[in-house]
């Protein structure tokens, strides 16, 4: 079974633009989970989607947005990027067997090295 | 409330001999708990996690951890280090809250293993 697959890798961006971020969750997989992870702050979560719908969210500014399609696949939007959001960003999937509050192992992709200058 | 602690934030140890990282847990609800280990640029990667089925939790590479609940602690350990290991290691708490599943990750502890 193919894992979490996150895509591009690698981004550089300059201050002010905007960006999306791609995630493919392992196959069968219905919840996706984002975290943004620097130095400073380790790992911090900032949303989950099950089925659609944004079930759960972090602590972050409204400029982090993101979606889930109908094959569960995700995206997140970070608009009018700033310096300190700069970091790598981890997607992960879990199955949901026993619906949104189920403690199921999260599983994580490789991320998205995001630089902003 | 919901909390992890990881004792150590660099632990150094050298080739072949035992591994000890250390993690206390708060949680108002019944847990699981996990560790992951992440190389550097790279993802994290599932070590083993506990679910009430058994205090004592075998994982990957040889890594296991006992959960103990009159600690309140879930600390990793491996009998004998290997250079492959070196790696930052993350503790990591799960609970239903609000009909939501809470996940609070530690901060991490920095493996390095000398040769």
Known sequence: KAGVTQTPRYLIKTRGQQVTLSCSPISGHRSV???QQT???GLQF???YFSETQRNKGNFPGRFSGRQFSNSRSEMNVSTLELGDSALYLCASRGLAGGPASTDTQYFGPGTRLTVL | ?????QLDSHVSVSEGTPVLLRCNYSSSYSPSLFWY???PNKG???LLKYTSAATLVKGINGFEAEFKKSETSFHLTKPSAHMSDAAEYFCVVSAHSGG???VT???GTKLQVIP
Do not use: C, D, N
């Not at chain 2, 409330?1 to 602690?5: C, D, H, K, R």
């Open chain 1, 33 to 35: 989970s984002w975290y």
């Open chain 1, 39 to 41: 130095p400073g702050q």
């Open chain 1, 46 to 48: 900032l949303f989950e």
């Open chain 2, 1 to 5: 409330a919901q909390s992890v602690t």
């Open chain 2, 37 to 39: 280990v992440q190389h």
């Open chain 2, 44 to 46: 994290l990667q599932l």
């Open chain 2, 100 to 102: 939501y599943q809470k």
């Open chain 2, 105 to 107: 990750f530690g901060i």
